[in-house]
């Protein structure tokens, strides 16, 4: 049997995977569950701890606080600014699980591009030299 990161090479590779059953018969992966195989295995390579839930794609306003990593009222508050995309079919908000994630895909995006933006300014202004207080001596 193949150890962890043999099968973390071999799923980084563009073959087709299946799981075999005890009687031999095989079942092809799916992109996505072969996408949640190579996560799972890189974790583990890594020596995290995996664990797999599934989500409803319908979100209550605090599941999709929790997911994200927020109060609640600062999810309402993003929700009502229009930022995430949500329904009221009765009094209580809910979030699309699809549109929670592009959010969160869309300000990890921001985020780097802005540290990118700053870590270009301050190579321009040569600021980290000048806070270090190196002096060039070649």
Same mark, same amino acid.
């Given at each position: 049997?193949?150890? #962890?990161?043999? @099968?973390? +090479?071999? /799923?980084?590779?563009?073959?087709?995977?299946? &799981?075999?059953?005890? !009687?031999?018969?095989?079942?092809?992966?799916?992109?996505?569950?072969?996408?949640?195989?190579?996560?799972?295995?890189?974790?583990?390579?890594?020596?995290?701890?995996?664990? #797999?839930?599934? @989500?409803? +794609?319908? /979100?209550?306003?605090?599941?999709?606080?929790? &997911?994200?990593?927020? !109060?609640?009222?600062?999810?309402?508050?993003?929700?009502?600014?229009?930022?995430?995309?949500?329904?009221?079919?009765?009094?209580?908000?809910?979030?699309?699980?699809?549109? #929670?994630?592009?959010?969160?895909?869309? /300000?990890?995006?921001?985020?780097?591009?802005? &540290?990118?933006?700053?870590?270009?300014?301050?190579?321009?202004?040569?600021?980290?030299?000048?806070?270090?207080?190196?002096?060039?001596?070649?």
């Amino acid at each position: 049997m193949p150890d #962890l990161r043999e @099968l973390a +090479t071999a /799923l980084a590779s563009d073959a087709e995977f299946s &799981l075999v059953d005890e !009687s031999g018969q095989a079942f092809q992966l799916t992109a996505e569950l072969r996408n949640v195989v190579v996560q799972a295995v890189s974790a583990l390579c890594k020596g995290e701890a995996v664990t #797999l839930e599934p @989500l409803p +794609t319908l /979100l209550s306003t605090q599941e999709a606080a929790n &997911l994200l990593g927020i !109060s609640r009222p600062t999810l309402v508050k993003l929700l009502e600014s229009g930022e995430i995309a949500f329904t009221k079919p009765g009094r209580h908000r809910r979030v699309q699980l699809r549109d #929670l994630l592009d959010y969160q895909r869309q /300000l990890h995006e921001r985020r780097r591009a802005e &540290l990118a933006a700053m870590t270009a300014e301050a190579a321009d202004d040569d600021a980290y030299r000048a806070i270090n207080g190196f002096t060039e001596t070649r």
